[in-house]
Nanobody, 115 residues
């Protein structure tokens, strides 16, 4: 089982970035997929999640209206489009796949918002 995130980097405040996560070794289309993040000195928090079919999404209040989660089950990929980025969005972003007792994590990708 693997979850591999990509697309992180350095972006200026107000900018945009899209991070991706490709899953392999499990039935990707059956899993709830989520993005979490952990900022410096902070606990890991849920950012957004999307149902297995993509029809239902949920967001943390801090990112509503700025971030969009989506998935392409044909490509075993989940995306997080991040717009109007703020310095407080700086964190390592982790991909998570969950189904009943199965719970998988990626290694994370760093997103830094700074001028």
């Amino acid at each position: 089982v693997q979850l591999v995130e990509s697309g992180g980097g350095l972006v200026q405040p107000g900018g945009s970035l899209r991070v991706s996560c490709v899953g392999s070794g499990f039935a990707f289309s059956s899993f709830l997929m989520s993005w979490y993040r952990q900022g410096p000195g902070k606990e890991r928090e849920l950012v957004a999640r999307i149902s297995s079919g993509g029809g239902s999404t949920n967001y943390a209040d801090s990112v509503k209206g700025r971030f969009t989660i989506s998935r392409d089950n044909a490509k075993n990929t989940v995306y997080l489009q991040m717009n109007s980025l703020k310095p407080e969005d700086t964190a390592v972003y982790y991909c998570n796949a969950k189904l009943i007792r199965y719970d998988y994590w990626g290694q994370g990708t760093q997103v830094t918002v700074s001028s």
